[in-house]
């Protein structure tokens, strides 16, 4: 892969548009993963996602020219997978399995378009949502994202000269290499990069997925970035996401049915993906109240991807549970992902190192961690908690509990509903910073 100079490139914005999503592929496997089995299983679903910012200090819609952000989301509808990255997706070996994606998924894939969006601005904020079949929809949380987050940068950038925009790209450089060189320490680290919904931009991202390839070697893993994964020769990471249990949790004709609605997701998953992928995020409405209603088959599974409890207390409760069932946690893999930084790594790594197999997956605080790098000072390179949820599928609201209520999205009814269904035990209030 050859770098490209990120200064100069951000000095010469001289063109027209600089399309912040080239590539459909731009975007995390688990995406692509989900796809296959939401087109086979539920194609008839209808489903809107919403842009959410949980940092409401930071009023977007007074920073961002919607002008921009518009002609970014229409230039995004006018992009199609490649044929290219067809035949890699078709052929590539993913966790180890030959066509992991079906040739009828492939050919479908050809013809996929970004669907409709619809925005506007209240507040300071914009509120931008993506209604229609989930199987179109759901493929824009993560250029949306990519989009809102670049055109932050760009907008924060815009009045560098040259040399101050040298200076701000030495100094993170600097900043993250330095991160890489603590890694380095932990001899037994596996890391993968998991940074694309909140990067800098995506060509800050090539450059850290290539600084950890040079700082870690093999004890880097790969990327959730499929494009990145089919540009540097690496592999793709990813398993599944919150939106699974929430759209199945939606469509629950009655309180029991939404008790088991995350059990119904991983029965599913079951039926289409094996090995390595069978991964599971138990927090969507509380960690303690999944674990409590579990069926023992998902002892058997790989591992589990504690999100939005503390990593130490999270990892901690599911070897509890394993222990509980008769299961040896050396053997199983945790997966801790949330809001991780050098020194919750090494923390993590520490504390359970010799006791689970482990994987981290470095999200913000690696592809946007520009804090004080800027010559000009300000928050306006700080990275901020922008997520893209479901809100509502075949038009009922859609919730996340989480296990950090503060990351809580949904109608205030309906989360007082689902508490009642699942409880409160385990849920820890804890401020959001990414």
Known sequence: MVLTDIATRSYNHGWRLDPIVRSLLDTDFYKLLMLQM???????????????????????AEFIDEAELRAQLDHARTVRFGKKELIWLAGNSFYGKERMFAPDFIAWLADFQLPPYELRTVDGQYELRFAGPWTHTMM????????????????????????????????????????????????????SDFGTRRRHGHLWQRWCVEALKEGLGDRFIGTSNVLLAMDADLEAIGTNAHELPMVAAALSRDDAELATAPYR??????????????????????????????????????????????????????????????????????????????????????????????????????????????????????????????????????????????????????????????????????????
């Not at 939401?38 to 977007?60: A, C, G, K, M, Q």
């Not at 989009?147 to 450089?173: C, G, P, Q």
């Not at 997956?361 to 592809?367: H, K, P, R, S, V």
């Open 38 to 60: 939401i087109r086979h299983l539920h194609p008839d679903v209808e489903v809107t996602f919403s842009v959410l910012n949980r940092t409401r200090t930071v009023r977007l």
């Open 140 to 191: 824009w949380e993560i250029p949306a994202l990519c989009i809102i987050n670049e055109l932050r940068s760009r907008t924060a950038l815009r009045n560098h000269d040259r040399f101050e925009l040298d200076v701000t790209y030495a100094r993170a450089k600097a900043r993250l290499w330095d991160k890489v060189e603590r890694l380095k320490q932990l001899p037994d680290l596996v890391l």
């Open 265 to 434: 997701v991983l029965e599913e998953w079951r039926q289409h993906y094996a090995g390595n992928l069978l991964i599971v995020l138990p927090d969507a409405f509380g960690t303690t109240a999944f674990l409590a209603g579990a069926p023992d088959w998902v002892a058997d599974w790989t591992g589990f991807r504690p999100d939005s409890a503390p990593p130490i207390e999270g990892g901690e409760q599911i070897i509890a549970w394993w222990e509980q069932h008769g299961v040896d946690p050396r053997t199983k893999l945790l997966i801790f992902s949330d809001g991780m930084d050098v020194d919750s790594i090494e923390r993590t790594y520490r504390h359970f190192n010799g006791r689970v197999r482990m994987s981290f997956g470095w999200g913000t605080n690696l592809t946007n961690d520009f804090r004080g790098c800027d010559p000009h000072g300000g928050a306006g390179l700080e990275p901020i908690s922008l997520v893209c949820k479901v809100t509502s599928a075949n038009g009922h609201p859609a919730v996340k509990l989480s296990d950090n209520p503060a990351k809580a999205t949904g109608d205030p009814a309906e989360i007082q509903r689902y508490l009642r269904v699942f409880g409160e035990a385990g849920r820890v209030a804890s401020e959001v910073v990414v």
